[in-house]
Each structure stands twice: as structure tokens, then as C-alpha cells.
């Protein structure tokens, strides 16, 4: 059981990690003049559409996290409400710390609003396709030995790595070797994004090495 | 927030408690408080920071004085039958050899690219790519030259043009009148031109314009920042050399490339790139020799070299040997060129160019004038008498500089100084017996040549050993210095890591960590100084201290070492115990590794130039990465969340009340943080930056509606604070008392606010509007700093008087009736002075009732003791934060105000962070706060609009209440350092209050016991209220906790300035290093030297509050 889901999530993992990349290349076959620094924002963009788009769908067909309860249709869409009002407020949330953080308050808003996106899609969007639209759930998540199967693990892994790969992505922002790169939010972007990728492909080495440790609550 | 210590404390009960238990012992609490030990330990690590620094310093930072006096035409320096001749017109001193002169700088002409060996087959990118110099040198021997050109370190391009106008060897710091420019205040080349009526036209590097503001006839500058851009520079030179050399209009053209020295820096000298620069600066000085005239001496030289990877600064051979190579149209050596280049001191050029163009020697030259120049071409006697006329005239000029350099400065050593007067004046005295036997033709031709020669090589002597003596003193790193330096601060920084850990473990601390130690350090200065008495060396005070400040270190290593066995052995007998030990040390260490990243991060933000200059937003960047880590690991431990089985369903956690306010607080923070970066100073190195429009005085405001808004903004605010203030004082009960300090508190706070807002309102009103006020408005600029300052000192001095702030209410005396002391209140706050006795009253009864029992008979309360030495810090910050506002511009009080409020939330952080992590050391302040507080420190200097750069000081604050008059040099220092270091000063003045704080924001928690109404239940009831006489109850670990704290700090300072020394040592070769590093490294150390005395004030202040709490208490008893 346990074997099996792993490979499940391995899959899925490597699957959004590829995705990521793929945006990076197939776009320049459709547009002209498409590179990841150049056209920076674009770039953000495709990028957050098609892992949102991705994580929605695995999370469909796998169904991680089976509710018990059969739910009606009306609750279904204001659960999809829901969890759009909480992506919006993440994004916003997002913007508003990375601004505190030393981002510039009134130019480039657009860049910092689309890194927002990004982050929140490597984030906030896992959590609410894992636990839905359930604030007191991702309190339990994020914290020791709050995790409870393979795929909260994950989540713990990924929302961690890709935050602190965006957290060293502004590094490199002051020094003055005046690559491409350099401007905001570039490097802090494909810091959260290499962030994620290794968090994608750490998540089920760490929970391979661990698995003798690894004891889930029951629910 | 939620300290609701209610303005009572019943401590006054509680004590009675304690008399009861200690009998009849005369103080409250018998064990007393270790003050002087903790006081001497703490000043003994300062000085073993203070000496590495001095030690580092005096390797590192070459200083030097500058004379601002200047040379004339009309001094005295010519021998007398020279001194009566009429000169041709436009001439000083010497008839002019030359009318013009161009002086082509190559930045970084390494004498190497300028040499050229016809025999060499595969020569490297740099090699003979200068064939025309080659070529002039060999075809027209008499009229052209090379030279290896030898700079003096620092070889950084700015000292280098200083070095190659004035003459001198400037260091790092030349002290001179005016730090505020770059300009250069010495006499130089360039001002005795433009004063002898000549014409200078300038073009290329732009650092000259800030050197030699409105010098120039005319000039075009260029950009020199980025060294990426190659070719900027010389091509827009190119572009006007010609034109500007044919039109003629210039007696001094000066063309200054960049090229060959970005070259450099960017691809290192060994790269096809460097082949190309070269060969187009072939090309340059081709044409350059065609459109000269005859009249003209051409001079082509590097200002210094490079080494293998293309940068300088430093004193390497590659570094200082740069080339240069002199070259006229008419002739103008007398005899051949030796095989090899002559090496030639770079500041012999500043000499020869003044003669030759006939303008006096810059006064503090020191150079040596380059005879051969002045040959001429008559016969050896004829030449050999020039020669010695210019040796003449240029020895006198060093003679007169040497006196009046020795007159304010004694860097020079003495006795070399007189060595060299008996040389100089011996020579001069023989020259003019020569002179006269000449006259009165009593001398034959051999002889007379021979003596001239001899006359030559004296003047020579003389000229190079002056220079020696000066380049002994002024220009030579001292990399064992520097060493030394750097491994005292490190061994010091771990002894207070070492000594913080141990001071809580062991008991005999003081006697074997402090007591050796010092004796250690004495005993080797006395061995020391004993040694120099029979040596009889000069003493030199620097070595001495901090040899005996390395003894003193290696006492206390020892006795740590001897310890460290023994506790071993300790452990080693308890094995489960160990292990145990082991996993809570590995788990400490984990907890530790967080913020010591953060300090990590910090400290290797000083190695890049980068990182130092952005760290502005580097500092902020850190403390708001601290504080979230700090979350996120109390949310990781389920800290925050309510314990799970409290009427919550298994996996789903929700916050508890306080993590919302914790959290609440961090936002304010982030907020604090963010607004705090409007209040930046910039660079120069960062070209888009725009200074804070904060940072001008109002007075300099155009906008009359704008200047009164922000007039009345900033003086609202003042009034904020002192009611904040105030009401927190309120609040604790601190205000009741009607002691000195308190009527001060009531009374002296708003009176300076008003003084304060008095002196903005007259400093930055329009100057002409006044109109027949204007004498008073001279005056009142002076006499309300002066009352601010008479009052803050009266202020402080009350509080270091009587600092209590407690109102005792003893019912021995006056049963029932409750005094309120303060009339003017509001009726609120009348209810809350007559409810909290009330309230307490019952607690009181209960107590007596208790109490008589055991045959004792009434009680006091004391409002505001639980408080009353962070109410006392509070005070003393308060005073110093309106001394330091007054010093700033008006509208950087916002910016203090922001530095108390984020000091505020943080001590709320660090309080709510410790009870919501179950701490249970009360008494030792965990390394995260040590280090938020210190980042916070570094951010507020930065926020209060100052760069660690010497153009960002705001000199205006050493005339705040003076007249544009200071007898002494010492009090506009005072003023200018307490106003650049204004945050270091508040925040480690206030360092105490980490300690302080979670005691006075105490949970009362006593609600809850109140129903049991068990006697026992009811002392820990009591306990609960105890806030900071719970420090009281155990002075021991009261003393060791401050030791702890200020140890900690210093360590976390000492750690900061450690990574700063270390980045000056490793990159003394940077480009960056006199711009960025070195000037860092200063400020670091001001910074840490201010820091760490006004630590040493603040734990001060909290000793001497215990020691009148203690009086108190006596006194109490002995009623």
C-alpha cells in the first residue's frame, strides 16, 4: 500500500517537475521572442496556469485525499469558491509580505503580483487541493509530526523548499554583476521555482529513507 | 497589549513575608548582588576588543595630517645671488623651461606594458604593444626617456592623483579641515597653476572633478564608475584631445584614461583585450607627438600597476611599479640614457612639473626634483650649478614642510627629524660659502666640479632620506599588526561565547575567569614596560596594552581549559545523565543554528563590496528573516496552536489568543521595517538612488504649507511619544511617587518637547521673513539646544541620583485612606488609583489576617516596584532619544519614532515568543533577541539617514546651540558621534530591558487561584506578581543573567566587527577597498566602541537602581 503510493506520488512529482520545465521551452515554439528572462512575465504566467493546472487535474484522478462525506453540488461549488477567495487572498497576502520584505511598493507592481501568483501556486494551491479550503487542517500540516499520509509529507517538503528557494533567490539581487537575471523578481522567481523542483523530486527520496519513521496518525 | 501589572505591586507584602523568614537580618535579601565583578568583567572584554581594534588599526589605517597652509611665489626659498635676479615674466622661484605641458595619464600603466624588448618572439597580450615610445626613446635619445614610475600603497587610483598633484604620500585618512568633500584641501600642482594665472584643461576620469572642483579651464569628464565599460572613457578623450591640443588654449592639458585599468579589472592583464587597449594607446600617443609644438614637454605616465589578475591596491611589486616616460620636442637631457630605466619616486613628478612650468612647489611636497631635466645644455659646470639651485630650492621646501608638519604632528620621529635638519642645514650652508667663493672666482674648474657633485649627492641624501622618514611612517601596511589585530578581536569573540555558556555553570567564576586573567595581563605589561625602561625604547603605549590584553586571554583560556577535565570527569560519572546531556545539547544546537545563520549570513555579507553597500536593505532584510523564522519554528513545535485534546477535533488546530497577537506584533514589525527604508541616505556607488526627502531640514522646504505640515507632524509626534511614554510609566504605577525623577517625568518631558519644537520652529523658519527679530532669532537658535541639553543632563543626573520611581504606601503609619498624589488626572485614571487599592485592600486584609497570625502587623504597598528598573531605562532612553532628535534634522524624529516603536513590538516578540515556548530559563535571554536587537541597531543606522561613508556624515549636528565657533575639537566629535551613532547608543543603552521585559509583561495569573483560598495557594499568588523583584530574589543569578546579556552582545557586535577586520585583510587588494571596506570597517569599529560603552552605561544603570531598590528596602525595615 504504502509502496504503491509512493510511486503515485514520485509520478505526479516528477510529472509537475517536467511540466515546469516544458514551459520553459514549448512556449518559445509558439510565440515569438519567448525566453524565461526576457519575457519574464509571460513566462510566470504559463508557468503558474500550467502547474495549477496540472496540480488540479493530478489531484482529481489521484484523489489524495478521499472526503468521506458524499457531498452535494452546492457544496461542492462554494467549496470551489472558497478555495478561489483563498487563492486570491494567498496572491494578496503574498504581495503584501514580499513588499515588507523590500520589494518596491509602487513600480514593477505587476512583477510582484505575478512572483505572488507563482508562490502561491507552488503553495497555497497544493494546500488547497490536499485539504481544501480548511485553514485549521494546514495549521495541523505545518507543524511536527502534523503530517498524516506520504502526500501531506510532500506538501510540508515542497511549501518549505520552494518559500526558501525564493528566499535565497534575492541574494543575488544587490551584487553588482549586472547579469539579466538580476532584476527583480527574476532571480527570487526561479528561485521559488528551483526551490519547488527540488522540493518535487526531494519529497519522495526523504520519505523513502524515512519510511521506517514515518508513522501517520490515523484520522 | 497585555501587561496589566495593575500599578501595584505587592512586593511590599511579600518582603514582609521574607522578614518574617530571615529574621532579624538587617538587609532584605541576604545574599547581595555581585555589581563591581560583573561591571569589571564586561569593561575587561571591552578592552580586549578596544585593544585588537587599536592594534588592527594602526597596521591598517595609515593616518596623516594635512597642512592647509599653501606655497607663494613671494616665499623666501631661492639661494641669495639667484634671489635678486628679476625672472622672466610668468615665472616663480626658477625661469620656466617649458610654457605647456601634457600630462597623459594611463590608469594602471604597469611599467611592464611600457617596456619594449625587440627580442622577445611570442610576447603576451601586454608586451610591446607600446612601440612608439620605444621607437621615440631610441631614435631621439636626448629627447626622450622611460622611467619605472614607483607609486607609494595605497595603490588606489584616487590616492594615487592626490599623490601625483600635491606631492605628498596621502593615506587613507588625511586628516584635514574638511571631511565633508573629497576635494583636496593640500596645496597642489593644480592650485598653484590656476593661482600663477595658468590654464588647465582636464579630460577623462571624472573622480577629478570631486577632487579639484572648479580647477579646471576647462574639462570633460566622464563617467568612471563602471568598470565593465571599457571604452567610454578614451574615446571621449579621443574625441577632444586633438581639437583642444591644436587650439592651444591650455599651459596644463591633463588627459586621464581608464581604459587599460577597467581592462583589468574586467579580463585581468594576460587577455587579448588588454592587446587591443594597448595598441590603441599606441596609436593615441602617435598622433598625440604630431600635433605637439616644440615648446611642449610631453609626460606619459600609470598612476599605478596591476597585478596577475588586473587588481591594485596594494604594495606588491606589480602594484606600485608603474611607468612613465617624458618626452619634448627640443632636447632636453644632456647626457644618454642608462641601460636600465632609472626607478623614480612617483612624487618626484610634482616637484620637476612645477619648476619646469615656473610655479612654486606645492607645500607639502616632498618629492625630489628630477635634476637631469633641468640640464639644459651648457656646460657641465653651468648644469651642475642649475641643478643645484633647483636642489636648493626644492630642499628648503621639504625643510620648511618637515617643521611645520612636526609643529601639529608627532608622528615623525624626533630624532630623525633633527638628523635631517644638521644634514639640510650643513648642505645649505656649503651651497651658499660655494656660491660666494664663486662670486669672488677664488675656485678652479676641477675642483669646483668635484665639489658641485659632491654638493648634489649631499642635497640628494638629504631629499631621499626625508622622504623615507615620511614613507616609514604614512604609507607601509603592517601585516603583522594587522594579524595581531584580527586574533585578538576573534579570541575575543569566542571568550564571550566561552564565557557566556560558563558563567551560569560554575561558581568560583569570578575568581578564576576574572581575577587570573587580569592578573595575567598585569603582571605582562608590568614585565613589558619593565623591559622598556632597560631598553630604553620609545614606549609604545598600543603594543604594550594589547600584549597585555593576548596574556590576559591566554590566563583565561587556561583556567577554561584546566575546567574543562574536570567536568568531563563530572559527566563521565553519570553516564545516563550524559547521554541525556547529548541529546539536549544536539537539540540546543539546533535551536541555535537558526538565528547563528542569520548572524552568519550577516557576517558574510561583509565580505563583498555589494553586500556593503546595499546593506541598507540587507539589515532589515535579515530581521525580518529572524522574526519569521522564529514563527515558523514555534508553529513547527505546535507552540501557537491550542494543546490538541481542548475541545477540538482530532487534526484540525487552531491559534491560541496570544500566537494572535504574536502575530499582530510581527506585522507591525514587517510595517516598522518597510517604513523604515524611506529614510535612507544614499551612495555614490548606487547610481538610480534617490536620497530620502526626509534628510534636508525643514528650513531648506520652499513649500511654506508643506514645511508647517511637516512642522506640526513631527512635533505631534514628539508629544505622542511623551505620552506614550508617560502612560506606560502610568500604567506600571511608576508615576505615583512624587520623587524627583517622577516630577521630572511629569514636568521636564513636555517642557523639552516644547524646547524642542521652540528650536525647529526658529532653525526652520525663512530667513528674511523675520526681518527685526533676526538678532533673537540668533539667539533662541542657541538657547533652546542649550535647554534641551540643560535639561536632559539635569534629567539624567536625577535619574542617576534617585532613580526610584516607587510609591510606597506604608499602613503602619496611615491606616485606610488612600493618598493620590497626582491631582490633574483624568477621572479614569482617579478610579483606577482609587479601585487598584481596593482591589488590593482585600488582598491585604487577607493577608494581614494571615500575617498576625503570625504576630506581624501590617503591610505596604508599593506601586511600580515590579517595574523599576525598566522604568528607569525607559526614562534614561527617553532622554537620550530627544538629546539625539535634536541633533538630526527635524524630520528624522519620525524615524526615531519608528526605532522606539520597533524596539517595542520587539521586546513584545521576544517576551510573547519565550512564554508561548514554555521557557523555562527566565534569566538568560535567548540568542534570537540578542541578535533582532542588534540587527535592528545596524537597520536604524542606516534609517536614521546615515552610510558608513565620510561624505554621509551630518556634520551640521556639530552646530546644534553653537555659533559657527568651537574652541576644542572634542565637543563638535561628541555631537557628530552621537549623532551618526544615534541608534547604536539607544539600542545598547536599552539592551538591559531584554532581560527586563518578559519579567514586567508577567501574566497575572493569579485570577484563576483566587478561589482556593488555602494560605499556601495564596504565596504563590503573591509570587505570580512578583514581576522584576523576582530578579531580587536571586541577585546572584540576577548579576549572572546581565553578565550573560552583555557578554552575549558583545560577542554578536564582536562577531560583526570580526567579519569587517577580516574583509579589510583578505581584500586590502580590492578594488573597493579605500571606497568600501575600509571606511565599512571604521564605522564598524566606531560603532562597536560606542556600542559597547554605552552597554556598559546601561548595565550601569540597572546596578545602580538595585543598589537604591536595596537602600530602599533597609530603609523600609528600619522603620
Not at chain 2, 553 to 577: D, T, V
Not at chain 2, 1058 to 1081: G, N
Request: positive net charge.
Amino acid at each position: 500500500m504504502r509502496e504503491a503510493e509512493l510511486r503515485k506520488l514520485l509520478a505526479a512529482n516528477l510529472l509537475c517537475a517536467v511540466s515546469i520545465v516544458l514551459t520553459a521551452l514549448v512556449p518559445a515554439l509558439f510565440l515569438d521572442g519567448f525566453s524565461v528572462l526576457g519575457t519574464h512575465l509571460t513566462w510566470l504566467c504559463v508557468c503558474s496556469v500550467c502547474v495549477s493546472v496540472l496540480n488540479v487535474t493530478l489531484c482529481l484522478i489521484l484523489k489524495p485525499n478521499p472526503s468521506s462525506k458524499r457531498s452535494s453540488l452546492s457544496n461542492k461549488i462554494s467549496r470551489f469558491l472558497k478555495c478561489c477567495i483563498y487563492f486570491f487572498m494567498s496572491c494578496i497576502l503574498f504581495h503584501a509580505i514580499i513588499v515588507l520584505y523590500g520589494a518596491p511598493l509602487i513600480e514593477s507592481v505587476t512583477e510582484t503580483f505575478l512572483f505572488s501568483v507563482l508562490l502561491s501556486t507552488f503553495t497555497t494551491l497544493q494546500c488547497l487541493c490536499l485539504l481544501g479550503p480548511n485553514i485549521q487542517a494546514w495549521i495541523r500540516v505545518f507543524s511536527r509530526n502534523g503530517a498524516m499520509s506520504i502526500w501531506e509529507n510532500s506538501l510540508q517538503i515542497t511549501t518549505m523548499c520552494s518559500i526558501l528557494g525564493g528566499w535565497f533567490g534575492a541574494f543575488p539581487i544587490p551584487l553588482d554583476w549586472d547579469r539579466p537575471w538580476q532584476v527583480w523578481p527574476i532571480s527570487c522567481s526561479l528561485g521559488a521555482t528551483f526551490g519547488y523542483m527540488a522540493g518535487l523530486i526531494i519529497a519522495p527520496l526523504w520519505i523513502h529513507w524515512n519510511r521506517k519513521q514515518l508513522t501517520y496518525k490515523s484520522r | 497589549m497585555q501587561c496589566t501589572g495593575q500599578g501595584l505591586v505587592l512586593a511590599g507584602v511579600h518582603h514582609l513575608a521574607w522578614v518574617e523568614l530571615w529574621g532579624l537580618s538587617l538587609s532584605v535579601f541576604p545574599r547581595r548582588m555581585q555589581r563591581w565583578p560583573v561591571l569589571l568583567f564586561l569593561a575587561w572584554v571591552c578592552f580586549l576588543f578596544f585593544s585588537g581594534i587599536g592594534l588592527f588599526m594602526s597596521g591598517f589605517l595609515l593616518t596623516r595630517i594635512e597642512l592647509a597652509n599653501s606655497s607663494s611665489c613671494s616665499d623666501p626659498l631661492v639661494p641669495p645671488p639667484w634671489d635678486k635676479q628679476s625672472l622672466p615674466p610668468g615665472s616663480c622661484w626658477v625661469p620656466r623651461r617649458f610654457p605647456k605641458v601634457v600630462l597623459v595619464i594611463i590608469d594602471a600603466l604597469r611599467f611592464e606594458f611600457a617596456l619594449f624588448n625587440p627580442a622577445k618572439v611570442n610576447p603576451l597580450p601586454y608586451e610591446n604593444k607600446l612601440s612608439f615610445l620605444h621607437h621615440l626613446a631610441t631614435s631621439q635619445p636626448h629627447h626622450a626617456r622611460l622611467y619605472r614610475f614607483v607609486a607609494d600603497p595605497p595603490t588606489a587610483t584616487m590616492q594615487r592623483i592626490k599623490g601625483l598633484t600635491t606631492g605628498s604620500l596621502p593615506t587613507f585618512i588625511d586628516v584635514g579641515s574638511n571631511f565633508a568633500t573629497y576635494a583636496i584641501q593640500e596645496d597642489n600642482l593644480l592650485a598653484q597653476l590656476v593661482q600663477n594665472g595658468r590654464r588647465v584643461v582636464f579630460m577623462g576620469d571624472d573622480t577629478w572633478e570631486g577632487l579639484f572642483p572648479k580647477k579646471f579651464f576647462r574639462s570633460y569628464f566622464f563617467p568612471s564608475f563602471n568598470v565593465k565599460d571599457l571604452h567610454t572613457v578614451d574615446n571621449g578623450i579621443l574625441q577632444y584631445l586633438y581639437p583642444t591640443v591644436n587650439s592651444g588654449e591650455w599651459d596644463l592639458l591633463i588627459a586621464h584614461f581608464l581604459g587599460v585599468d577597467h581592462c583589468g579589472h574586467k579580463h585581468g592583464p594576460d587577455h587579448p583585450e588588454m592587446a587591443k587597449k594597448l595598441t590603441q594607446m599606441n596609436e593615441m600617443l602617435r598622433s598625440l607627438v604630431d600635433h605637439l609644438g616644440n615648446d611642449t614637454l610631453l609626460l606619459v605616465a600609470g598612476d599605478h600597476g596591476m597585478t596577475e589578475t588586473g587588481d591594485h591596491g596594494g604594495d606588491s611589486q606589480r602594484e606600485v611599479n608603474a611607468a612613465l616616460f617624458v618626452y619634448s620636442k627640443t632636447p632636453l637631457f644632456g647626457t644618454d640614457p642608462p641601460k636600465e630605466p632609472e626607478a623614480i619616486p612617483q612624487v618626484n613628478l610634482v616637484p620637476t612639473v612645477a619648476l619646469l612650468l615656473g610655479v612654486p612647489i606645492p607645500y607639502s611636497n616632498i618629492g625630489e626634483v628630477m635634476a637631469e631635466l633641468f640640464s639644459g645644455d651648457g656646460d657641465t659646470v653651468s648644469e651642475a650649478l642649475q641643478q643645484l639651485l633647483v636642489y636648493h630650492i626644492n630642499a628648503k621646501q621639504v625643510d620648511r614642510f618637515l617643521h611645520s608638519y612636526s609643529l601639529v604632528a608627532q608622528d615623525l620621529p624626533a630624532e630623525q627629524l633633527q638628523h635631517l635638519q644638521e644634514l639640510f642645514s650643513s648642505a645649505v650652508e656649503e651651497h651658499i660659502q660655494l656660491l660666494a667663493q664663486m662670486q669672488r672666482a677664488m675656485l678652479m674648474s676641477p675642483e669646483l666640479e668635484s665639489k658641485l657633485r659632491s654638493l648634489i649627492s649631499r642635497f640628494q641624501l638629504y631629499l631621499r632620506q626625508a622622504r623615507a622618514v615620511c614613507t616609514q611612517s604614512w604609507a607601509r601596511f603592517h601585516p603583522l599588526r594587522m594579524v595581531g589585530g584580527c586574533t585578538l578581536i576573534a579570541a575575543s569573540c569566542l571568550l564571550c561565547y566561552v564565557a557566556s555558556e560558563l558563567a551560569t555553570v560554575s561558581d568560583s567564576f569570578y575568581r578564576s575567569c576574572l581575577l587570573y586573567p587580569l592578573l595575567w595581563g598585569l603582571v605582562t605589561a608590568v614585565l613589558r614596560g619593565l623591559a622598556y625602561v632597560f631598553t630604553q625604547e620609545e614606549l609604545d603605549l598600543l603594543l604594550l596594552l594589547s600584549s597585555a590584553a593576548a596574556a590576559s586571554l591566554l590566563g583565561f583560556f587556561w583556567q577554561w581549559w584546566g575546567w574543562h577535565p574536570k567536568r568531563a570527569r563530572l559527566l563521565g560519572s553519570q553516564p545516563p545523565l550524559a547521554s541525556i546531556g547529548l541529546r539536549q545539547r544536539l537539540r540546543v544546537w539546533l535551536g541555535l543554528a537558526f538565528p547563528m545563520g542569520i548572524l552568519l549570513f550577516r557576517c558574510g555579507a561583509m565580505f563583498s563590496d555589494s553586500f556593503v553597500v546595499a546593506e541598507a536593505q540587507v539589515a532589515p532584510f535579515l530581521l525580518a528573516s529572524l522574526v519569521m523564522l522564529l514563527i515558523g519554528k514555534l508553529h513547527w513545535d505546535g507552540r501557537l496552536t491550542v494543546p490538541e485534546g481542548h475541545k477540538q477535533p482530532i487534526g484540525f488546530s487552531s491559534y491560541r489568543k496570544e500566537s494572535w497577537h504574536l502575530l499582530c506584533l510581527v506585522t507591525v514589525l514587517l510595517v516598522c521595517l518597510r517604513l523604515s527604508g524611506f529614510f535612507h541616505q544614499c551612495r555614490e556607488e548606487i547610481p538610480h538612488c534617490r536620497p530620502s526627502v526626509f534628510l534636508p531640514p525643514l528650513a531648506s522646504l520652499r513649500n511654506t504649507r508643506a514645511k508647517n505640515l511637516f512642522y506640526l507632524l513631527c512635533v505631534a509626534l514628539l508629544a505622542g511619544l511623551v505620552y506614550a511614554v508617560r502612560s506606560w510609566l502610568r500604567h506600571y504605577g511608576n508615576l505615583n511617587s512624587s520623587d524627583p525623577v517622577v516630577l521630572f517625568v511629569r514636568w521636564g518631558f513636555p517642557l523639552v518637547v516644547l524646547c524642542i519644537a521652540c528650536y525647529w520652529a526658529v532653525a526652520s523658519s525663512a530667513e528674511d521673513s523675520l526681518g527685526k527679530l533676526q538678532e533673537l532669532v540668533q539667539v533662541a537658535v542657541i538657547a533652546f539646544p542649550w535647554a534641551v541639553y540643560g535639561l536632559a543632563s539635569i534629567g539624567l543626573l536625577l535619574l542617576l541620583c534617585h532613580p526610584m520611581t516607587v510609591f510606597a504606601k506604608d499602613s503602619r503609619e496611615s491606616a485606610g485612606s488612600i493618598v493620590t498624589p497626582y491631582q490633574g488626572i483624568p477621572s479614569s485614571k482617579v478610579d483606577l488609583l482609587q479601585v487598584i487599592p481596593q482591589i488590593y485592600k482585600r488582598m491585604q486584609e487577607s493577608e494581614k489576617s494571615r500575617l498576625e497570625r503570625r504576630s506581624c502587623r501590617a503591610t505596604v504597598a508599593a506601586y511600580g516596584l515590579g517595574s523599576v528598573y525598566s522604568a528607569a531605562l525607559v526614562v534614561a532612553l527617553t532622554l537620550l532619544g530627544f538629546l539625539l532628535m535634536l541633533l538630526h534634522a527635524e524630520r528624522l524624529s519620525l524615524a526615531f519614532l519608528l526605532l522606539f516603536l520597533e524596539a517595542f513590538v520587539l521586546l513584545h516578540i521576544h517576551t510573547r515568543a519565550r512564554s508561548l515556548a514554555g521557557d523555562t530559563e527566565p534569566f538568560s535571554v535567548p540568542w534570537f533577541a540578542v541578535i533582532s536587537w542588534l540587527l535592528a541597531a545596524s537597520q536604524f543606522f542606516y534609517s536614521t539617514g546615515h552610510q558608513p561613508v565620510f561624505p554621509a556624515i551630518h556634520w551640521n549636528a556639530a552646530f546644534v546651540g553653537f555659533h559657527l565657533d568651537h574652541s576644542t575639537n572634542l565637543l563638535p566629535a561628541v555631537l557628530v558621534g552621537a549623532n551618526t551613532f544615534a541608534s547604536h547608543i539607544l539600542f545598547a543603552v536599552g539592551c538591559p530591558l531584554l532581560l527586563l521585559w518578559p519579567f514586567v509583561c508577567e501574566m497575572p495569573s493569579s485570577q484563576k487561584k483566587k478561589s482556593k483560598r488555602e494560605s499556601q495557594e495564596e504565596l504563590q499568588t503573591v509570587d505570580k506578581h512578583m514581576m522584576e523583584m523576582r530578579l531580587r530574589e536571586s541577585p546572584e543569578k540576577f548579576s549572572t543573567a546581565l553578565l550573560q546579556l552583555g557578554l552575549k552582545y558583545l560577542f554578536v557586535l564582536g562577531a560583526q566587527l570580526l567579519a569587517c577586520v577580516c574583509a579589510a585583510v583578505i581584500l586590502r587588494r580590492h578594488l573597493m577597498v579605500w571606497k568600501v571596506f575600509a571606511p565599512k570597517f571604521l564605522f564598524e569599529s566606531l560603532g562597536f566602541v560606542v556600542s559597547s560603552i554605552c552597554l556598559l552605561l546601561g548595565i550601569s544603570l540597572v546596578m545602580r537602581v538595585d543598589c537604591a531598590v536595596s537602600a530602599w528596602f533597609s530603609q523600609l525595615q528600619l522603620r
